[in-house]
């Protein structure tokens, strides 16, 4: 099960890293070709992309406090299957349906982060749990390290986000399996009858 567990936390926090930081970096040139009908300034952008932010940060106490009430593996299956389709609409939408898009499809990925987080503390010893916490972030910031060429490699082929969308989809479906492969909750001991 620790095999499973830990297999689960490198593929969560691989994938998750790479959608995360490129979906953060790319977010105001999306904004800047799509949302043109709403405004055409550096400064509406900046404040659109910044109210998008804001809104998705609350994902993370928001999932927190689901997280003490639900099961790791519910919370996980449901904020990744979340992911799948969100990115890939996220690639064909403009103007006010792309905002609108991106509050939710960003509520989401920042979602994922606590996610990571609990299933370190939740399956590793007290005296194990910051070297485990160290190599999840080597492991995040290796892989987001790949986002910014990926953004700048599609997008200077085709021209456009639409295919960087349908990637970062796909990620997300890898994550989605690594989330329905996560352990369930294993039941509590019976008492043996007397």
């Not at 099961?71 to 990744?80: I, N, R």
Request: aromatic share 12%; charged share 10%; glycine share 8%.
């Amino acid at each position: 099960v620790l095999a499973r567990v830990f297999g689960v936390v490198a593929v969560a926090t691989a994938m998750g890293g790479i959608i995360f930081n490129a979906t953060t970096v790319s977010m105001p040139k999306v904004f800047d070709e799509r949302l043109a009908a709403l405004t055409d300034t550096t400064f509406g952008i900046g404040v659109l992309v910044c109210i998008v932010y804001l809104i998705a940060a609350m994902a993370q106490l928001l999932v927190g406090w689901w997280l003490d009430r639900r099961s790791l593996k519910v919370v996980f299956v449901a904020v990744t299957a979340m992911q799948v389709p969100l990115l890939w609409l996220a690639g064909s939408l403009s103007g006010y349906a792309m905002l609108a898009c991106a509050v939710v499809m960003m509520f989401f990925v920042f979602g994922q982060i606590p996610i990571n987080d609990a299933m370190i503390a939740k399956y590793t010893a007290e005296e194990w749990r910051a070297r485990a916490y160290a190599v999840r972030y080597v492991v995040s910031f290796g892989a987001s390290a790949l986002a910014v060429p990926l953004i700048a490699g599609v997008y200077g082929r085709t021209g456009g986000f639409e295919p960087l969308f349908a990637i970062l989809a796909a990620l997300a479906a890898v994550t989605l399996a690594a989330a329905l492969a996560f352990p369930g909750v294993r039941p509590a001991p019976q008492p043996v009858p007397a």
